[in-house]
């Protein structure tokens, strides 16, 4: 079974404004990184939150981290065409020496 | 700086057939995996290498091998398609040791097509 399930499946949205994803997961972690997938195309590092950290910023990106409930949110800022991807988020595990990916959130940003 | 590079990017085979599936990084990276990308299934680990010469598998090994005799390739085989294999591979690095939180470098995957 997936260790991350991210929320909503699909959002669909217009430029300009905010798109929010949710991912939660089973086991602890040691940090948790999203990544982004353009179509036809290999995954993208977008951001990594260490487990101590509740908050991360980067450009028009907002990560928050629960760990008390197992889960994160990837937050878009000004959302813009060129956004439409799809976002998975990634577990780092103390033993495991792979990220175990969820199953993605499809962003579509309309002009 | 190329990168991962994965050879070929499309391919077409029949049942039975095999192949191999080339991923070369030049990034000097210790760790390289092997994932799947099914539609609805996120990516899944079908084996990975800690460092030149070791392998260990992953979530969903059955039906695939792998070898990792130079550190900068890592080529995963199927010795017998089966339509089931149908899918995108991708291939991923990471450098550092574990505790360095490092993040994976991915190419652009193979799309591989078992009729």
């Known amino acids: 079974s997936q260790q991350g399930e991210e929320d909503p499946q699909a959002l669909s949205i217009q430029e300009g404004e905010n798109a929010t994803m949710n991912c939660s997961y089973k086991?602890?972690?040691?940090?948790l990184q999203w990544y982004r997938q353009n179509s036809g195309r290999g995954l993208v590092h977008l951001i990594l939150i260490r487990s101590n950290e509740r908050e991360k910023h980067s450009g028009r990106l907002r990560v928050t981290l629960d760990t008390s409930k197992k889960s994160s949110s990837l937050l878009i800022t000004a959302s813009r065409a060129a956004d439409t991807a799809s976002y998975f988020c990634a577990t780092d595990t103390t033993g495991r020496r792979a990220l175990t990916f969820g199953s993605g959130t499809r962003l579509q940003v309309q002009p | 700086n190329a990168g991962v590079t994965q050879t070929p990017k499309f391919r077409v085979l029949k049942t039975g057939q095999s192949m191999t599936l080339l991923c070369a990084q030049d990034m000097n990276h210790e760790y390289m995996y092997w994932y799947r990308q099914d539609p609805g299934m996120g990516l899944r680990l079908i084996h990975y290498?800690?460092?030149?010469?070791?392998?260990a598998k992953g979530e969903v090994p059955d039906g695939y091998n792998v070898s990792r005799l130079k550190k900068q390739n890592f080529l995963l085989g199927l010795e017998s398609a089966a339509p089931s294999q149908t899918s995108v591979y991708f291939c991923?690095?990471?450098?550092?040791?574990?505790?360095?939180?490092?993040?994976?470098?991915f190419g652009n995957g193979t799309r591989l097509t078992v009729t």
């Open positions: 290498s800690v460092g030149e010469g070791t392998t």
């Open positions: 991923a690095s990471r450098g550092g040791d574990l505790s360095a939180n490092s993040p994976l470098h």
């Open positions: 086991t602890s972690i040691n940090n």
